[in-house]
Every structure is written in structure tokens, then in C-alpha cells.
T-cell receptor
Framework: DTGVSQNPRHKITKRGQNVTFRCDPI?????LYWYRQTLGQGPEFLTY????????KSRLLSDRFSAERPKGSFSTLEIQRTEQGDSAMYLC?????????????FGDGTRLSIL | EDQVTQSPEALRLQEGESSSLNCSYT??????LFWYRQDPGKGPEFLFT???AGEEKEKERLKATLTKKESFLHITAPKPEDSATYLC???????????FGEGTQLTVNP
């Protein structure tokens, strides 16, 4: 399978714990995006990388959230001191670097549940 | 701020009953309008990109059209396997993020 891969698929944790998700983009895609989706809503943009540089962050991305993309390959999204409101599906997408309007291809997400 | 509104929220069709989904948008400058399909528990699957008013794209039973204010996704003679949530998103000229609507949940009954 050469699509976007996200791990884990599901994460259950207690409020106040830290969690980290991983995203492996499609090979040779140098743009990588993180979105969050709650039930019945469309995905909401969180942040965007071009290669290893984080170029854009949404105001939704509070200080408790941090994303990295070392060496411009896989990316991690960490949430510190999780809260009930963080429960959502976290989606990763990637697109080629040739043209900003190339379609973004999504993984199947990590579903986070906060107890 | 970009805004995307999709209607209806939910649509039930009988197999073979054609219909259209609507996506109205407000954006300062449109770089592209994207349609995705999302099945339960899965990520959105890319369907079409439309770049300018008057453009049309087709794929099997789906046809997407674009005007300066809205896009339509026409479904011709749908089958039960077309049941899914259809998402519309816009990308403005100044950025790379997608702004999504809330989606239309389509159910096609056999």
C-alpha cells in the first residue's frame, strides 16, 4: 500500500496524559498536513509542512499541540496534557510539491478518545 | 474568512434516482475547489479538483460543476455503493490549507 499511513489507528488515554501520533506520507510527497475532525463535521486544518519546515499553523493549534517533521519524511503530532475536547479523529494528508493546488491525499486517521 | 456550506445535510435516494449535492463557498480568491468522499472510519478519498467557473469533471456516475459561488456534485443513477459522506473543500490563492464544509451524508437504498 503506497497511501498515507497513520499510527496508531486508535488511542485511548486518560485526561492529562500526553499522546503522540505518527504519519508517513506518500513517498516523494513533500507537503504534509494535519487536520482534526469531530463527529458530523468536516476536517479542520491544524498545520502544514513543506519538507521539514512548518509553514502554517492554525489558531486551533494551542500551545499543548506540537508537530514535527524531521528530515522532511514522516511527521509526529504530540498533544500534551490532553483534555476532553481533544477527542477527535486526527487526519494526516500529503501532496506533491509541484503546484500548491495539487490534491491532498488523506490517511485513515488516528481516533483519539479521552477518558 | 473562507466559508463552505453544504446542502442538504443528509440525502436518501433509491437506487437509480439521480440527484445533486450543493456546495456554496465564500473565498477571497479561489485556487481550487475539491470534492472528497468519506466512508465511516476512513479518511477522505479525493474525487475531483475544479479550478475555474464553468469547469466540469466526471468520474463514473459522478459529475462536478463549478460556478463563481457554488459547486454541484451530480449523481446519476446511484448505486448502494455510492453511499458515503461527500465533502467539499476550498483552497484560497494565498495558502495551502483546505477549508471543508460539513458534508452531505448520502444513503442509496437498493
Amino acid at each position: 500500500d503506497t497511501g498515507v499511513s497513520q499510527n496508531p489507528r486508535h488511542k485511548i488515554t486518560k485526561r492529562g496524559q500526553n499522546v503522540t501520533f505518527r504519519c508517513d506520507p506518500i513517498s516523494e510527497h513533500n507537503r504534509l498536513y494535519w487536520y482534526r475532525q469531530t463527529l458530523g463535521q468536516g476536517p479542520e486544518f491544524l498545520t502544514y509542512f513543506q519538507n521539514e519546515a512548518q509553514l502554517e499553523k492554525s489558531r486551533l493549534l494551542s500551545d499543548r499541540f506540537s508537530a514535527e517533521r524531521p528530515k522532511g519524511s514522516f511527521s509526529t503530532l504530540e498533544i500534551q496534557r490532553t483534555e476532553q475536547g481533544d477527542s477527535a479523529m486526527y487526519l494526516c494528508a500529503s501532496s506533491p510539491g509541484t503546484g500548491a493546488n495539487q490534491p491532498q491525499h488523506f490517511g485513515d486517521g488516528t481516533r483519539l478518545s479521552i477518558l | 474568512e473562507d466559508q463552505v456550506t453544504q446542502s442538504p445535510e443528509a440525502l436518501r435516494l433509491q437506487e437509480g434516482e439521480s440527484s445533486s449535492l450543493n456546495c456554496s463557498y465564500t473565498v477571497s480568491g479561489l485556487r481550487g475547489l475539491f470534492w472528497y468522499r468519506q466512508d465511516p472510519g476512513k479518511g477522505p478519498e479525493f474525487l475531483f479538483t475544479l479550478y475555474s467557473a464553468g469547469e466540469e469533471k466526471e468520474k463514473e456516475r459522478l459529475k462536478a460543476t463549478l460556478t463563481k459561488k457554488e459547486s454541484f456534485l451530480h449523481i446519476t443513477a446511484p448505486k448502494p455503493e455510492d453511499s458515503a459522506t461527500y465533502l467539499c473543500a476550498v483552497q484560497e490563492t494565498s495558502g495551502s490549507r483546505l477549508t471543508f464544509g460539513e458534508g452531505t451524508q448520502l444513503t442509496v437504498n437498493p
